[in-house]
């Protein structure tokens, strides 16, 4: 049996950069405390917990006084800032870059849009911690649209600015801007749109969307494919997906346990796979499981 892990599988950067600062900062100060989990594995938030990093939630952010707390890569609305200046707390910023330069353009988008009467409209999940952040950026007016059918809360008689959660699918954000741009079109009895009317900004993570070309090759040049993710990940059911679409034989895991050992019955290769959010160590660890389960087989 051949088992290869897909080389450009794994932590993008800004996952990566707040998981180091994470452990960084946990030598010298015990426990530390992470709005949300730190990334949306399950098994890698387990890690961290056994070297002293704690999960808290808005709730419990605002009774906190006097500490230190990691802002993960997901990015946070303006309203947590000012909860910290207000309880003394010190902030560990570790906002992914990219996430935050979003967060600026919402910011001014939702400015312009307010003085023409638009719409800031976010393709993004509901409630997913960079999507929370960035709807802050409008004083929680943009209207988040997941699916097709969310759009029956976008009024197009008025302007939009389309914007995208950085790790949704690319192919999803264009089938929605052309719902948008064919709706808009029609209330306006067919005349042409200008830039005003409609902006459309394709502003997913390049690290991700570059991966869905990546994981389509991978897919079908292996007899299964393994793809290792928490299940809280949007991107990870968004690459997972494409994996799917490409090779039927995939399977999504959260570890090593949910493997069948009969998806491996009969065949010569698989390829273990995963999601930005996916730690490496962890694809490793369902590689040599498979290695067992293969002797196990041959016996």
């Known amino acids: 049996m ?9 932590y993008c950067f800004g996952v990566e950069f707040a ?12 426990t530390l405390y992470c709005l949300g989990d730190i990334v949306h594995n399950d098994m890698e938030v387990q890690r961290l917990y056994q070297k002293g990093l704690r999960v808290i939630s808005r709730d419990d952010l605002r009774e906190l006084r006097d500490c230190k707390v990691l802002i993960r890569a997901h990015g946070e609305p303006p309203e947590t800032y000012q909860i910290a200046l207000e309880n003394n707390l010190e902030l560990i910023d570790a906002s992914c870059p990219v996430v935050l330069k979003l967060q600026n353009r919402v910011k001014g988008a939702y400015d312009k849009m307010q003085e023409i009467e638009g719409q800031i409209v976010i393709y993004g999940q509901k409630g997913h911690a960079e999507v929370i952040g960035l709807t802050g950026q409008t004083c929680g007016d943009a209207i988040v649209v997941t699916t097709p059918e969310d759009l029956a809360g976008v009024d197009f008689s008025r302007p939009v600015t389309l914007f995208s959660q950085t790790t949704k699918s690319t192919k999803g954000f264009y089938e929605i801007k052309a719902l948008i741009e064919e709706r808009m079109q029609a209330a306006r009895g067919g005349a042409a749109l200008t830039v005003l009317d409609f902006n459309a900004n394709d502003s997913i993570c390049r690290q991700v969307s570059n991966r869905e070309p990546q994981l389509a090759r991978f897919s079908q040049q292996h007899d299964v494919i393994l793809f290792v993710s928490g299940r809280k990940s949007s991107n990870g059911k968004a690459l997972y997906a494409v994996c799917k679409h490409h090779n039927p034989q995939s399977y999504f895991i959260e570890n090593e346990s949910e493997i069948d050992p009969a998806w491996l019955e009969g065949k010569q290769s698989v390829g273990i ?10 694809m490793e660890r369902v590689a040599s499981y498979i290695g067992k389960v293969c002797q196990q087989q041959e016996v």
Do not use: F, H, R, Y
């Open 2 to 10: 051949n088992v290869t892990i897909d080389k450009n599988s794994g």
């Open 273 to 282: 796979c995963g999601a930005t959010s996916t730690p490496m160590w962890l």
């Open 19 to 30: 998981i180091q600062m994470a452990e960084d900062e946990m030598p010298e100060q015990g």
